[in-house]
C-alpha cells in the first residue's frame, strides 16, 4: 500500500503526476491524498472573502479557518480538486472514489483551541488571545475500516483533508499530516509527499539531502522552516505510526512518482 | 429501499426534513440525493460568472452548463451542499457518505448535443444552433453495485447529481431524474422527491392531487409545466424502472418525510 500526497502548489501542474500515479495505481494499492489551500486563497479573493493568518508564540503562522473560510475551502477542496482528480483518474482507467474527511467520518480531529495572534494587512502580529473561531483540526482518528473496504473492492480513493471535528462539524486539517495519518492507519510500505521543490536541502538550494535516518529526523525537523517544516513533521508522526519510508520529492518532473520510489528527492527512513 | 430526493429550493429550510431524514435512516436503508442549482447561480453571480439558459423547439428551458459553469456546480453541489449535509447526518447519529456521480463511475451520462438557442438578457432567444459546450447530461448507468457495498456496510450515500460523460467529464443532471435513475437502479420501495409545494395540483393552487395512477400519469404530464413536469417526468421514469410509488411532497413542514410517506402530499402508483 502506496500514499501520494499531492500538494496544493502543484495542482496546476499536476499531468505528469496524475498519469504515473494512475499507471501505479492500476497494478497497486494506492491512495492519493491532496490540498489545495491556494485555491481556496484563490476563491476567498474572487467572492470577496478576506484571507487571515494566525501566528502563536512560537513562531508557527497558519490559515484563520473562520466557518466562511471552511466553506469556501468545502467548495474547492472536496468540490473542484477532489472531482477534477477523480474523473482524471477515471479517464485514466482507474477507479476512483473522492472522499473528504467528513465522508463516513473518514477523519475525525479536535478543534485546537489555542492562544494566537491574528496577523494584520501589515504582517505584523495583534494581541495574543484565545482564538474560538479557528476551525483547524487535529486528527486523532482514521476510519481505515471504510478504505479498506474500497480498496479491496477496486476503488481508489482520493482524499480531501476535511475532517470531522467531536461537534460534527468541518475541520481544515494540514494535508502533509493527514496524508501521514491516513499512510499510519492504512500502515503504508511508504508515503510519497510530492511537492514544487525536488526534496529537503541543506543548505537551500544547493545540497538536496538524498536521506534522513529515523534518528537524525528530530535535529532535521529541528533545523527546516516553513512549509518544508510540516512535510518533515508530518514523516515523524508517518515513521512513528509505522510507515517504513516516507518520500518528498518534486512531483513536476517526468514519472515523478516512479522517480520519488527510485530514490530520487529525499528519501526518510 | 427508500431514495430521497431535497430539492435545492429547501437547502436553506432543511432542518426538519433532515432530521426526520436521519430518525429514518437509523432504523432503514436508505438514499439522500440532492440538488443545488440555486447555490451555484449564487457562486456565479459572486464570482461574476453570467448565468446563461437555452431553450429549445419545443419550448424546453434549461441552464447553459458550460465547462466554467460546471466548476461551479462541482464547487456547489459535491462540495457545499454535499458536505454540509453529510455533517449535519453524521452529527444526528447517521454514518453518511457523500458522493458526486463522478465517484466511482457512479452516475455515467451520455451528453447531450442538441439544436438550442441562447436565451439573452432581455429574455428571448437566439439563433437555433447545435450546442456542443453545453455539459448536460442523460443518465444511462448507475453503479449500484457501489451503492449496495456502503449501504450494506452500514453507511448512508448523499448523492449529488453530477454525471461522469463517456470522455470522462462532468456533466450537469437533473437532480429529480437522476433520483429516479438511483431509485430505479436500486430496485427502491419508494422514491420520495420533497420540495417547496405540497404535491401536485390541478387547478394550482386550489386543488392538491393526491393520487395519481401509472395509466393516468402521461396525461397528467402533458398538462403540467415548469419543474412540477420535470418531477412527473422523473416519477415516470421511476416507475418504469420499477420503483413502486412516487411521492411528491413539501419538504419543509414539520417530520416531511413521514407524512409523504402516509399520504401527505402526492402519491403515484
Given at each position: 500500500m502506496l500514499v501520494v500526497k499531492i500538494g496544493g502548489s502543484i495542482f496546476a501542474n499536476r499531468a505528469n503526476l496524475i498519469a504515473d500515479f494512475a499507471a501505479?495505481?492500476?497494478?497497486?494499492?494506492?491512495?492519493?491524498?491532496?490540498?489545495?489551500?491556494?485555491?481556496?486563497?484563490?476563491?476567498?479573493?474572487?467572492?470577496?472573502v478576506e484571507t487571515k493568518?494566525?501566528?502563536?508564540?512560537?513562531?508557527?503562522?497558519?490559515?484563520?479557518?473562520?466557518?466562511?473560510?471552511?466553506?469556501?475551502?468545502?467548495?474547492?477542496?472536496?468540490?473542484?480538486?477532489?472531482?477534477?482528480?477523480?474523473?482524471?483518474?477515471?479517464?485514466?482507467?482507474?477507479?476512483?472514489?473522492?472522499l473528504s474527511g467528513l465522508d463516513g467520518a473518514l477523519l475525525c480531529a479536535r478543534q485546537k483551541i489555542v492562544n494566537a495572534s491574528e496577523i494584520g494587512a501589515d504582517g505584523t502580529a495583534g494581541k495574543l488571545k484565545v482564538v474560538r473561531d479557528d476551525f483547524t483540526g487535529k486528527i486523532d482518528a482514521v476510519n481505515s475500516d471504510l478504505l479498506s473496504l474500497?480498496?479491496?473492492?477496486?476503488?481508489?480513493?482520493?482524499?480531501?483533508?476535511?475532517?470531522?471535528?467531536?461537534n460534527f462539524e468541518p475541520l481544515n486539517t494540514h494535508g502533509d499530516r493527514a496524508a501521514a495519518q491516513i499512510a499510519s492507519a492504512m500502515r503504508a510500505n511508504a508515503l510519497a509527499i510530492l511537492t514544487d521543490v525536488d526534496g529537503y536541502f541543506d543548505p537551500f538550494p544547493t545540497n538536496l539531502v538524498k536521506?534522513?535516518?529515523?534518528?537524525?529526523?528530530?535535529?532535521?525537523?529541528?533545523?527546516?522552516?516553513?512549509?518544508?517544516?510540516?512535510?518533515?513533521?508530518?514523516?515523524?508522526?508517518?515513521?512513528?505510526?509505522?510507515?517504513?519510508?516516507?518520500?518528498?520529492?518534486?512531483?513536476t518532473k517526468e514519472n515523478p512518482l516512479t522517480g520519488a520510489l527510485n530514490g530520487n528527492g529525499t528519501t526518510i527512513e
Open positions: 501505479y495505481a492500476k497494478q497497486n494499492k494506492a491512495i492519493l491524498c491532496h490540498g489545495g489551500a491556494a485555491e481556496s486563497t484563490e476563491l476567498a479573493k474572487k467572492t470577496g493568518y494566525l501566528t502563536n508564540e512560537s513562531g508557527m503562522k497558519w490559515r484563520y479557518s473562520t466557518a466562511q473560510q471552511l466553506e469556501l475551502m468545502q467548495m474547492t477542496l472536496a468540490g473542484k480538486i477532489n472531482k477534477t482528480l477523480v474523473a482524471e483518474l477515471q479517464k485514466l482507467g482507474v477507479n476512483a472514489i473522492g474500497l480498496i479491496s473492492n477496486g476503488y481508489t480513493p482520493v482524499i480531501a483533508p476535511l475532517a470531522l471535528s467531536e536521506r534522513i535516518d529515523a534518528a537524525s529526523l528530530p535535529s532535521t525537523v529541528q533545523n527546516a522552516s516553513g512549509g518544508m517544516k510540516r512535510k518533515l513533521v508530518a514523516a515523524q508522526e508517518a515513521l512513528g505510526g509505522g510507515v517504513k519510508k516516507v518520500l518528498i520529492a518534486n512531483g
